[in-house]
């Protein structure tokens, strides 16, 4: 049975969003405890399930129809866009709206002995990155042409390593660059978390949850302001 009447929010299990997620939906009314040791968490006072998973599955659960909701970063909800239309896989969902968390960027970065004019001092070279789908999209559309070197972790490492000329990766405050000894060039997406509607929610009953839950989200947001 994986229809369910209780509305379904994926949030991320643990990392850069998940105190924050469960903050904004606390802040909305929603009450709910958390067990480490649980994928679900139901709420005691709507028809709520949480769902704590890793971050890059909550596009794809959201684009199946899986959960009805989800929060997440722009970055790796726009990554994960680009690869299933790639794919012709269902890539469709409702940004509602952005979020006042998880702000960043991915940047091209590379080594401060590297003398970079512009994104075409890249032609040619080798780039280590979590991101290929916004990288390629980024260089097809400057027509550069570039190698992948596609790393989950550890990216700022690899020019030193020997694996990579440059990066493009995730900043916030550019100290992980700096401690590495990369330099920021260039902003290739601007990022915050948002929340997101599945196009697959057909209840009349959790479309008047979800709305609710936005009409607080937004409430709250503005009081934060
Ligand atoms: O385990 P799971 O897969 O769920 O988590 P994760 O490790 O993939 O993601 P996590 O928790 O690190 O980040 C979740 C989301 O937070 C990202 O997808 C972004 O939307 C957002 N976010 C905001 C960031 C950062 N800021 C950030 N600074 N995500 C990562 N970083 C990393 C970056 O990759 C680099 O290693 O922090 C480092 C750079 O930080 P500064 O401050 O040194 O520039
Ligand atoms: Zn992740």
Known sequence: MTESNRLRIAIQKS????T???QLLKSCGVKFSINEQRLIAHAD?????LLRVRDDDIPGL???GVVDMGIIGENVLEEEQIERQTL???ADCLKLRQLD???CRLSLAVPTEFSYADASSLEGLRIATSYPNLLRRFMQQKGITYRDCMLKGSVEVAPRAGLADGICDL?????TLEANGLYETEVI???MACIIQSTQTQSPTKQALIDKILSRVNGVIRARE
């Not at 006072?45 to 399930?49: H, L, T």
């Not at 900043?171 to 100290?175: I, P």
């Open 20 to 22: 924050e997620s469960q």
């Open 62 to 64: 959201v684009m199946d």
């Open 171 to 175: 900043v916030s405050t550019g100290a």
């Open 101 to 103: 968390f998880g702000s």
């Open 15 to 18: 990392g850069r969003l998940s």
């Open 189 to 191: 997406y601007r990022s």
């Open 45 to 49: 006072n709507m028809p709520i399930d």
């Open 88 to 90: 012709n896989k269902p």
